[in-house]
């Protein structure tokens, strides 16, 4: 296993704000926060009071940052404007991210699924949800399965589906949405 860093995760979670389809990214973050010794609690003040307060409006931004971060004004950025966890510093963080409070959740629940793998399996248990994710919201849904398609069906309808199902956007037409994504991983899995 490797062992990471606050600062890790903190790269890992600001990639998630980047103006671009991050949730297939949603798997590896949570696997970062596993390997850095993080319960879910921590995470979620690594998110909430660290993260978020630093870099949650480029996703607001008309032209906001989509390449990437550079790492050290990241950092520093992070160290300026992150808040000590309270009930207020909870409403302004849910105010800040509304609907991606959804992939906070995604993020907990991945890493539930992590912490009960054996060790020597997390990194591919996250490679598989990964591939899913990509096949879910269809982004380069061409890479060809990491395991047998047996194996990824059984992932995506006893574990991935509660994780992910959430982060879609909800709106009138959630549930067609749904099915959309719901179809590429059926494609994909034939």
């Not at 062992?3 to 590896?28: G, H, N, Q, Y």
């Not at 008309?62 to 000590?84: H, M, N, P, Y």
Request: aromatic share 14%; with cysteine; hydrophobic share 45%.
């Amino acid at each position: 296993m490797a062992v990471r860093s606050r600062e890790d995760v903190w790269e890992a979670f600001a990639d998630l704000f980047l103006d671009t389809e991050t949730r297939p990214k949603i798997p590896r973050a949570a696997l970062t926060c596993v390997e850095a010794g993080m319960s879910r609690e921590e995470a979620f003040e690594a998110w909430a009071y660290e993260v978020t307060p630093a870099v949650w409006w480029n996703g607001w931004s008309v032209a906001g940052e989509w390449a990437g971060w550079e790492r050290d004004s990241l950092f520093a950025r992070i160290r300026d404007r992150r808040v000590k966890p309270s009930k207020w510093a909870y409403v302004v963080y849910r105010c800040r991210v509304h609907a991606g409070h959804a992939e906070w959740v995604a993020i907990g629940r991945c890493m539930d699924v992590l912490h009960q793998a054996p060790e020597k399996d997390r990194d591919s248990v996250s490679f598989e949800l990964t591939w899913l994710a990509r096949q879910f919201f269809d982004f380069m849904s061409s890479m060809p399965p990491p395991s047998s398609v047996q194996h990824l069906r059984s992932l995506y309808d006893g574990t991935f589906l509660a994780i992910f199902a959430p982060v879609v956007f909800k709106s009138s037409t959630a549930s067609q949405q749904l099915n959309a994504c719901t179809e590429r991983v059926e494609r994909a899995l034939r």
